[in-house]
């Protein structure tokens, strides 16, 4: 295999392992933007199964890469009334994650491996400038820092860590039409820190892996069928997020959109159950989405 696709390879395939294909940093999900009375605590469990393939290069397929991800992720915030009144609110909040990832790649046999472990560490809070329960309207914005402390091994190709940091500041907009229908909004940035012990073409783990800033915008639709359930879609676009290796062009931003079904089971007044299917549906280069299934258990108490 000539060296550039072998080196665009590994870079997404590192990508990939650490987190999901090429999407927005910061999932949030339908009902994420409403803030909590002071003192409580949001709890969610998510587990998922991404399946992707490619590599894809100015949206032509070249080498055939397909693998899979299992996600489980634990996340908790905690909500704080600030201001006369309580009329703002900040959620300081940590997420944790455990991935497996497996890649298989016919055409390339340095490439083929699984990987397992504990993720990057994500640390970040949210603040809510405007809280109109009545009306229930909610507008966030949200800064999250992961800090390079998941599995990562500079000689090999497929890891769970990415070995950087990585800063994600986004904004949430939730408005309600009508009685039955709402509407998420989430315009996201996202800066990298450098990969520096990163494996390379030479496979020694010394070169240097830096990425552009990329961008996000989503947008979810959601229908309350009743009280208990809810349908949502959701269609997200992402921009930006180049990559160079040793200051030299890798891999061309992925410029890909994706679109989601999913549905809101209210268990109780403090639970729900969140199913998601997911896949991308453009793409220019990188890693395809083919197949995204997420569930999702939250609390508050």
């Known amino acids: 295999m000539p060296r550039p696709i072998l080196r665009r390879l590994c870079a997404f395939l590192l990508a990939s392992a650490a987190g999901p294909v090429l999407a927005a940093q910061n999932d ?7 803030s909590l009375p002071n003192g409580t605590a949001n709890v969610a469990l998510y587990a998922a199964r991404q399946s992707f393939d490619g590599l894809w290069n100015n949206g032509i397929k070249t080498p055939r890469v397909e693998g899979s991800t299992n996600l489980t992720v634990l996340r908790a915030n905690w909500h704080f009334s600030l201001g006369e009144e309580g009329k703002y609110t900040i959620a300081p909040l940590v997420a944790l994650s455990a991935i497996e990832t497996n890649a298989n790649a016919p055409s390339a046999p340095l490439l083929r491996g699984t990987a397992s472990g504990v993720g990057d560490l994500r640390l970040g809070t949210a603040f809510w400038f405007h809280s109109d329960h009545v009306n229930r309207e909610y507008v966030m914005a949200t800064l999250i820092v992961s800090l390079p402390t998941g599995a990562y ?11 950087r940091t990585k800063t994600v500041l ?7 039409l009508g009685s039955r229908w709402v509407l998420d909004l989430v315009p996201e940035v996202a800066f990298f820190g450098d990969n520096k012990e ?3 073409i ?3 783990g010394n070169s240097r892996l830096s990425q552009d800033m990329a961008y996000a915008m989503s947008g979810t639709l959601r229908y309350k069928a009743t009280q208990a359930i809810h349908w949502y879609g959701t269609a997200q676009v992402n921009r930006g997020g180049a990559t160079q290796l040793n200051g030299a062009a890798l891999t061309g931003a992925p410029d890909n959109t994706r679109l989601a079904l999913g549905a809101l089971i209210f268990s109780s007044d403090k639970s729900q159950i969140q199913l998601r299917y997911a896949r991308d549906v453009q793409i220019e280069n990188g890693f395809r989405n083919t197949g995204e299934i997420l569930l999702r258990w939250s609390t508050v108490f």
Not at 28 to 34: A, L, N
Not at 153 to 162: F, K, L, W
């Open 28 to 34: 949030q999900q339908p009902t994420d933007f409403i």
């Open 202 to 204: 030479n496979r020694l």
């Open 153 to 163: 091994t500079p000689t090999q190709s497929v890891n769970i860590g990415e070995n």
């Open 198 to 200: 990163y494996i390379g």
């Open 170 to 176: 986004s904004l949430g907009w939730m408005q309600p």
